[in-house]
């Protein structure tokens, strides 16, 4: 967080990419498509899924710290410490959270008072905060499990490129779930992403495609599975 906050390139980049895809694709989808059950894909329809997107993104790079603190070789003052490792995994997994609630929040705010997206209410907005919470949970869980297991910053990388796209273009942040073909429905609904896209679209404009109870489960549990999973194979890593 501290570091996030001295960064003032990191932070304009953080937000200028996920409102460009706003603005640019808001208007285009806006002039050019149209849902078959009725409806646009307008800025408002999209808000949740960019917001998302900013978390997803933020959440699963936050695991390249682990990779900086071997390289440099913090991680082996970092593992002798008096402190279990899973606790600091844990403090990892917050301190990344925190900073992708910090981008998703802001984007929220610029949406909404800034682009003209509609919001359903400010209790919906204040709740939405929580679902970021959960996605960015088990997203980062994700990104640290990862870390812990490659040794390289470039594999890294590479494999957070394999994982980001495919999962963010299943996840229904672009369109609806209704309007796809059966195989593919099947692929977005084992995405836990679109859970938590479907999460946000119901807080912020009270529209979604799949139960808000069962949306809040699922990204509960894969929060759960991910951070144990983090923790444990934190606890196996080599500095």
């Not at 301190?95 to 984007?107: N, R, S, Y």
């Not at 997203?139 to 499990?145: C, K, V």
């Amino acid at each position: 967080m501290i570091r996030f906050r001295r960064s003032k390139s990191r932070i304009i980049g953080s937000l200028a990419t996920p409102l460009f895809f706003l603005i640019i694709l808001g208007s285009a989808f806006n002039s050019s498509f149209q849902m078959r059950g009725g409806g646009q894909t307008d800025n408002s329809f999209l808000a949740p899924g960019i917001i998302g997107m900013s978390i997803l993104f933020s959440s699963l790079t936050g695991g390249v710290s682990i990779i900086w603190d071997r390289e440099f070789g913090f991680l082996k003052e970092i593992l002798i410490a008096p402190v279990p490792r899973f606790f600091v995994a844990l403090g990892k997994a917050i301190g990344g959270v925190i900073t992708a609630m910090i981008q998703g929040t802001m984007i929220m705010l610029i949406a909404g008072f800034g682009l003209g997206v509609e919001y359903r209410s400010y209790l919906g907005m204040a709740a939405s905060v929580g679902v970021m919470l959960l996605i960015g949970l088990g997203f980062i869980g994700l990104g640290i499990a990862l870390a812990s297991l490659i040794e390289s910053h470039e594999g890294f990388q590479m494999i957070m490129t394999f994982i980001t796209m495919p999962v963010l273009l299943l996840s229904g942040a672009f369109f609806k779930i209704g309007d796809l073909p059966s195989w593919l429905k099947t692929l977005v609904y084992l995405d836990p992403l679109t859970y938590g896209i479907m999460a946000l679209r119901y807080t912020l404009i009270g529209e979604t495609e799949i139960p808000i109870t069962i949306c809040i489960a699922v990204i509960t549990i894969f929060a759960m599975a991910t951070i144990s999973m983090g923790g444990y194979l934190f606890q196996k890593t080599k500095a």
